[in-house]
């Protein structure tokens, strides 16, 4: 297993073109091309926004501008959510390469991974975009925090992304059962409320068990509350991570030589 | 001298999950069963204890039947699959022309392709521009090359797979029968470029259909048949034996076929109606029909030239004087090759009376190669049927040489001296 693991530097040439072809395969033949990146987070966020600040207004007035606040923890689910579907899928689409070419199959659900976390590193342009329009800043004190946590959801999606992926090809039905855990995970999580208010603090042992509850926190609290208080809390995710992440891949070691066959 | 390939008693069991298709997480956990659906319940031994080993250097060709473990075999040597026992050891690197293209995105241009399939091969971003053009030239390409792979046609796509994996200078090339992915000129050019391969000393494994193939380009052939080593070695050889065993299993075949055929022929069908069967009124009767080789012996494929015979018995079950036998040849297309009767040979009926034996001899039997069918007849001049036996009988006439038509005469070349042959 380690040395696989080694190997996993040798491919990234590989996994840097890979990624680069599923970017510009994804919109080719589409008339906005590349701009349908920055589009689709602004869709989901107006979305969100109208509902949040005109239809069913929110009374918390540390949450304004809410468009900023819900932004922070919307880019970093989309980052997870989208990795784990694309993941959970990749082995089973990508089969044709898996049976017939000599392939390292972790190459796949990686690549899914990084192909959105490069979306997600786009819509943090827009982003700033918002908080120059808000004239909303993050502390300049806390940003040295934000690509630790950016690495911390990496290594637990890369995690996730891998022991799903292989799970799948014996078990197709985790695809439809992902779709409906991400959702039922994403209301569970403060994301569209934030984490302080008073009926999310009756149930904070609860919520604290949520992997995703300590990300999305640390994303609000660096970019946009005042004051990054998460760390502890963030530092043991990140051992956390690297324990799912080596699980991950051990299972989906274990059961790669049935990849070839099973897909 | 080395060995490039060296496969040392490899099995490889296919492990069939049952029900996999319905098995769901769901299920599994009602049941109770997650662990052991993950493991197989049912196995299928694809190959069985097989060693060969290929020189350095060398080409051979693997040859056998559909199902008879070929393609596992060069897969284990690719390493997409592992041996479930015994070791696999090839020594350097390897390019294997198994799916042609089966990295490529149909959304991104030829040029593109061509790059991450290089990677995947194994090349660097720098080793592809270097060999782009070489590459684009060998696919016959140049205008495609920046359209998106979905619009080229499925002989473009086998071109550029085939030239992307040919040019990243493998010291081991496994080709899976692929050569049918061009028109004559690039099969043309792909075996030059195995020559090409062969004269630098490239180590080629190459498993194929194509017995001339293996005769003209390999060095060595082993024929695997059923997961099991048959033969190994001179390729003339091997492929005779193999040829052997394959026109065996066809007489059998041919046997079931002729034995179900006379089976099912319904007496008394309706004869403007039917294709194949048996009718008359069987004032005389036929049965026994048997196809002779040179020996005597019942046979069922004959080698094209050789003499055959036709031999039935015939019983009538009361004194008659007017009939006719007669036989017809006719080829897989219905097309009749030759028909003829004891009328049209001129012989006039006198009478038959109890049982008798009747036998057609042909000296030579100048068919090209195909399965052909017999009807066998006796009537009465004017055509009306005592009993006739229409395609019940299915023979194999094999020929190594592979002419065109229906007929081989015997013959031969001329020429003047100044028109010359190697």
């Known amino acids: ?263 | 001298m080395t060995s490039a390939i060296e496969l040392a008693n490899v099995s490889k069991v296919y492990r069939k999950y049952s029900g996999r298709q319905f098995a769901t997480l769901k299920s599994a956990l009602l049941k109770r069963s997650l662990l052991s659906d993950l493991r197989p319940n049912e196995a299928f031994l694809a190959l069985k204890d097989v060693s060969f080993s290929v020189a350095k250097g060398s080409t051979v060709g693997v040859i056998g039947r559909n199902g008879s473990g070929k393609s596992t075999a060069l897969k284990l040597v690719a390493g997409i699959t592992k041996p479930t026992s015994g070791t696999v050891r090839v020594d350097g690197r390897i390019s294997a022309l198994i799916e042609l293209g089966a990295g490529f995105h149909p959304e991104i241009s030829g040029r593109e392709n061509v790059f991450i399939n290089g990677i995947m091969l194994g090349l660097s971003k720098r080793d592809i521009e270097e060999r782009f053009d070489e590459i684009v030239d060998f696919a016959e390409l140049r205008e495609f090359i920046e359209a998106p792979v979905k619009t080229y046609s499925s002989g473009m796509y086998m071109r550029l797979g085939f030239a992307v994996a040919i040019h990243v200078n493998p010291d081991v090339l496994l080709v899976d029968e692929v050569l049918a992915v061009g028109d004559e000129s690039f099969t043309h050019k792909c075996l030059d470029k195995f020559s090409e391969f062969r004269r630098r000393g490239k180590t080629i494994l190459i498993v194929t259909h194509s017995l001339p193939l293996v005769e003209r380009l390999c060095d060595d052939a082993v024929w695997l048949d059923a997961g099991e080593k048959q033969a190994e070695g001179d390729p003339k050889r091997v492929v005779d034996a193999y040829l052997t065993a394959v026109e065996q299993s066809d007489r059998k075949q041919m046997a079931a076929t002729t034995a179900k055929a006379v089976q099912t022929a319904a007496p008394g069908g309706d004869m403007s109606q039917a294709t194949e069967g048996r009718w008359g009124s069987r004032e005389i009767e036929i049965s026994d029909v048997q196809l002779l080789d040179a020996g005597g012996q019942p046979s069922f494929a004959f080698q094209s030239g050789a003499p055959v015979s036709i031999r039935f018995r015939v019983k009538s079950s009361r004194p008659v004087s007017d009939f006719v036998f007669g036989i017809g040849v006719f080829n897989a297309d219905g097309v009749c090759c030759f028909g003829t009767n004891t009328d049209i040979d001129a012989m006039i009926s006198e009478r038959i009376d109890g049982d008798g034996q009747a036998t057609f001899g042909i000296d030579s039997l100048d068919l090209v190669d195909g399965t052909y069918k017999l009807d066998v007849a006796a009537h009465r001049r004017d055509g009306a049927p005592y009993d006739y036996h229409r395609l019940l009988y299915t023979f194999r006439v094999q020929s190594r040489t592979h002419d065109t038509g229906i007929f081989r005469p015997k013959h031969r070349w001329t020429f003047s001296p100044t028109v010359r042959f190697k």
């Open chain 1, 1 to 263: 297993m380690l040395s696989n693991l080694g190997s996993l530097l040798r491919y990234r040439g590989l996994i840097q073109s890979l990624v680069a072809r599923e970017l510009k395969a994804r919109y080719r033949g589409s008339v906005l091309g590349f701009v349908w990146s920055f589009v689709n987070p602004l869709l989901l966020l107006s979305v969100y926004s109208f509902v949040f600040t005109t239809i069913m207004p929110n009374a918390e007035p540390r949450t304004k501008p809410f468009a900023v606040f819900l932004f922070c923890g919307l880019l970093a689910w989309t980052w997870f959510a989208a990795s784990l579907t694309e993941a959970a899928s990749s082995l089973i689409s990508g089969g044709n390469l898996i049976k017939k070419v000599l392939f390292p199959a972790e190459v796949l659900p990686i690549v899914s991974v990084l192909a959105n976390m490069v979306h997600f590193l786009l819509g943090l342009v827009i982003l700033a975009v918002f908080m120059v329009g808000f004239r909303h800043y993050p502390n300049p004190a806390s940003l040295p925090w934000f690509p630790i946590v950016i690495v911390v959801q990496l290594v637990f999606t890369l995690g996730l992304a891998l022991g799903l992926s292989a799970l799948t090809v014996h078990f197709r039905d985790i695809r439809d059962l992902l779709s409906n855990v991400l959702t039922l995970w994403f209301f569970a999580t403060p994301i569209i409320y934030p984490y302080f208010l008073p009926s999310v603090s009756r149930f904070l042992w609860l919520f604290r068990l949520n992997p995703f509850y300590h990300l999305a926190v640390s994303y609000q609290e660096i970019l946009f509350f005042d004051r990054f208080g998460h760390a502890r809390s963030l530092l043991l995710l990140g051992v956390l991570s690297v324990a799912v992440f080596l699980a991950g891949y051990w299972l989906f070691d274990r059961l790669r030589d049935s990849f070839a066959e099973a897909v």
